[in-house]
């Protein structure tokens, strides 16, 4: 017994799944310091010391995990999208319901005041067609109105947003902004393709710190409830204003780690402000991810083949990993080519670059993806959510070439899952499902020959999770030395009904060793 280090946290009596191919399984878990000290073995009798303070759990039959790793998410997008008017499928069925649904919050609201709505999405409404700015001006005209389209690629404005905007007859369009315009007058219609960033940023109003904190607070009770206990926000327009928040979230009660991506400009503006801030350094609870290039086809291909091929050249340089858009054929060449140019250019630099998406890939990329050791951050949620209008605007032939994933494992390709919130669900029990099922929302199903087994679902969101985010040697795997992030829940994933992943519950959740979650009323039906 005097060589066995005290605990401060021994969870018994549960089935645990590791995630660590060396030892897949245990009956019970021994934490110290933050950190996984020992696995107890099936056929292991040792009574671990307690530390003073420590704590004995019987977990009673519970399945242990590990923390779940969201690896592509927009955190303050998902807050915003919370506290906004609600118009997905659940909310409204027609233009006329998100007139009156709008037009009920502008009665609460001071004249002037933004409202901003989302979740539209016409596929699923009666009507088949967006929105226009009369449409929205039904609803008041005394508040300037943002719709955003549920992917965040297009908004509607009503007129006074319009106006507020300065956009007019001689609107000029910025790169990346497409102004759909009455044929005849010239008068924009209130739809605007791109500029998601543009508008957020430039037009309309920030929410104020304390609208923030409080979604701040709620998001993460959210996540925690589902067991996720890292994120990595792969939002581009990421800036020192999202680290000085999350930074002073952290500082109170925020527990989540964090791992921040961002376009080229603002990456070395950020990795300063982290490196003179030694306590977030020293935590790693908040840090720099990799250099977010999102791909856009304006019709053109945008940035070009040059620009990216620059972009992935200075990233290799500086060590850091490339996270690139691509949802079509001709972004994954392109950014292929960009990665490969750069490999090519400096093999002595090993640097493991990403493709966030990879929404339609023909299978003759897949030996160049493999060959380049690319890591693909895919999308089940994507699949559930929105299969259905994939199902009926992609060309059939091209159905195979969607969200791919076995094929991805069969060409030794490394893999990750994320839910791309708030354009999907954040939610990734409904993401391990999909990826076992290519279940849409409607019980369709998309590429059947694309599911994955369970285990290869859940390492999605663990071990695949943490190699995307670096984060390979100490989170992802309930292994001795790796911190202590763990979750408990109701049913075994492994061996429970494939339709019943979604309805596992989270009974407990604990970052660094530390219980965060409870889920007080599973726990009391147990």
């Keep these: 017994m005097s060589h066995m280090v005290p605990a401060d946290l021994i969870i018994e009596n ?15 878990v021994v934490i110290s310091n933050g950190k996984i000290l020992e696995l107890i073995r099936h056929d292991d009798n040792k009574n671990w010391p307690l530390a003073p303070g420590g704590e004995r759990v019987d977990g009673n039959g519970m399945s242990i995990l590990p923390g779940l790793i969201d690896a592509h998410c927009h955190l303050r997008a998902q ?56 449409d929205l001006d039904k609803a008041t005209t ?4 943002r719709l955003r389209h549920v992917t965040r690629h297009a908004s509607i404005l009503n007129s006074k947003a319009l106006e507020l905007a300065g956009i007019g007859t001689e609107f000029s369009e910025p790169i990346g902004i497409t102004v759909e315009r009455d044929p005849d007058t010239k008068t924009p219609t209130g739809l605007i393709y791109g500029g998601d960033a543009w508008l957020s940023q430039d037009v309309i109003p920030p929410l104020t710190s304390k609208e923030l904190h409080i979604g701040a607070q709620n998001l993460q009770t959210k996540l925690l409830s589902k067991g996720i206990t890292s994120v990595q926000d792969a939002t581009p327009t990421n800036s020192i204003f999202d680290l000085k928040f999350w930074s002073r979230q952290m500082e109170s009660d ?32 908040l840090e720099m991810g990799p250099i977010k290039v999102v791909m856009e086809s304006l019709p053109q291909l945008y940035p070009d083949s040059f ?10 340089l500086r060590g850091v990993p490339l996270a690139i858009h691509v949802v079509d054929p001709e972004m994954v060449w392109s950014a ?13 630099e090993k640097i493991q670059h990403r493709l966030e998406h990879l929404s339609l890939c023909p299978e003759a990329f897949l030996p160049d993806i493999s060959e380049l050791d690319i890591i693909v951050v895919t999308n089940p949620s994507l699949v559930h959510d929105h299969g259905d209008r994939y199902l009926s605007e992609v060309e059939i032939s091209e159905h195979s070439w969607l969200y791919r994933m076995n094929s991805l494992l069969s060409n030794g390709i490394p893999m990750a899952a994320g839910s791309d919130a708030p354009v999907a669900t954040f939610n990734p029990w409904i993401g391990i499902q999909t990826a076992c099922t290519r279940a849409t929302s409607s019980g369709k199903t998309l590429g059947t020959s694309e599911k994955t087994s369970r285990w290869q679902a859940l390492k999605l969101y663990t071990t695949g999770a943490a190699l995307a985010a670096g984060w390979q040697k100490k989170k992802g795997m309930i292994r001795p030395g790796f911190q202590a992030d763990i979750i408990a829940l109701d049913q075994n994933p492994l061996t429970c009904k494939v339709d019943s992943l979604v309805d596992i519950h989270v009974l407990c959740t604990w970052i660094r060793g530390i219980l965060v979650y409870k889920n007080l009323l599973q726990k009391n039906k147990r």
């Design 14 to 28: 549960v089935s645990v799944i590791t995630m660590d191919p060396l030892c897949p399984y245990a009956k019970g």
């Design 254 to 285: 925020w527990v989540i780690a964090i791992q921040m991506m961002t376009e080229m400009k603002n990456y070395d503006i950020m990795k300063n402000f982290l490196k003179n801030n030694k306590t977030l350094e020293s935590s790693n609870a």
């Design 79 to 134: 807050i915003s999208q919370n506290l906004s008017v609600p118009c997905g499928r659940e909310d409204v069925t027609n233009i006329e319901d998100i007139i009156l649904t709008i037009r009920e919050r502008s009665k609460s609201l001071p004249v002037g005041s933004w409202i901003r709505a989302t979740g539209y999405d016409f596929f699923h409404q009666t009507d088949k067609r967006y929105p226009t700015r009369w």
């Design 336 to 348: 292929l080519e960009a990665i490969r140019h750069a490999t090519d250019l400096f093999p002595q």
């Design 142 to 145: 005394n508040h300037p109105v």
């Design 307 to 316: 620009e990216l091929s620059r972009l992935a050249i200075e990233a290799t």
